[in-house]
T-cell receptor, first 111, second 108 residues
Framework: KQEVTQIPAALSVPEGENLVLNCSFT??????LQWFRQDPGKGLTSLLLIQSSQREQTSGRLNASLDKSSGRSTLYIAASQPGDSATYLCAVCSNDYKLSFGAGTTVTVRA | EPEVTQTPSHQVTQMGQEVILRCVPI?????FYWYRQILGQKVEFLVSFYNNEISEKSEIFDDQFSVERPDGSNFTLKIRSTKLEDSAMYFCAIRDQYFGPGTRLLVL
């Protein structure tokens, strides 16, 4: 059974700092890995998807890396803004498209 | 990008009542999933549905739960006799990427 762990559970930084969010998973036989954003009481917004054959993916200020062999992914958010405050979820997709989620990292960016 | 809608957005029900949550993808798909998220907890897989059949279900998905695709477009999750612990946000998904906005279920 795939287990997904995210560290840290919470993070508070001043505006402008770079953010580093970590995700680890136990089974390296994955189809892809995604990072989602979730605002309080809201749904899931897909931010980045990294296929199992890829090492990283970038979108604007967001960059995610994947090291499948070691079971790790890292999400980097450059020059954080208060609008980046949210919970970020890592989800590992198996070959049948089923997602296993981490518990998330709750980010607070202070103005 | 396919759009997924879910109805209702919120539902409050009494313990023991039946609820039906609906998911409507804009275009035709074969792979459907239901996930739930109890407040403050992880998003958990409930069931996957492929080609009009259940392909996998979690230990959470007991006999109180059922899924259907009654008319080829709607995809429903039914909870026959709700319990307090069924209170959660329920998400429908197509494949691995396209999530609906969720239905918040509160069982009193």
């Amino acid at each position: 059974k795939q287990e997904v762990t995210q560290i840290p559970a919470a993070l508070s930084v001043p505006e402008g700092e770079n953010l580093v969010l970590n995700c680890s998973f136990t089974d390296s036989a994955i189809y892809n890995l995604q990072w989602f954003r979730q605002d309080p009481g809201k749904g899931l917004t897909s931010l980045l998807l990294i296929q199992s054959s890829q090492r990283e993916q970038t979108s604007g200020r967001l960059n995610a890396s994947l090291d499948k062999s070691s079971g790790r992914s890292t999400l980097y958010i450059a020059a954080s803004q208060p609008g980046d405050s949210a919970t970020y979820l890592c989800a590992v997709c198996s070959n049948d498209y089923k997602l296993s989620f981490g518990a998330g990292t709750t980010v607070t960016v202070r103005a | 990008e396919p759009e997924v809608t879910q109805t209702p957005s919120h539902q409050v029900t009494q313990m023991g009542q039946e609820v039906i949550l609906r998911c409507v993808p804009i275009s035709n798909h074969l792979y459907f999933y239901w996930y739930r998220q109890i407040l403050g907890q992880k998003v958990e897989f409930l069931v996957s549905f492929y080609n009009n059949e259940i392909s996998e279900k979690s230990e959470i998905f007991d006999d109180q739960f059922s899924v259907e695709r009654p008319d080829g477009s709607n995809f429903t999750l039914k909870i026959r006799s709700t319990k307090l612990e069924d209170s959660a946000m329920y998400f429908c998904a197509i494949r691995d990427q396209y999530f609906g906005p969720g239905t918040r279920l509160l069982v009193l």
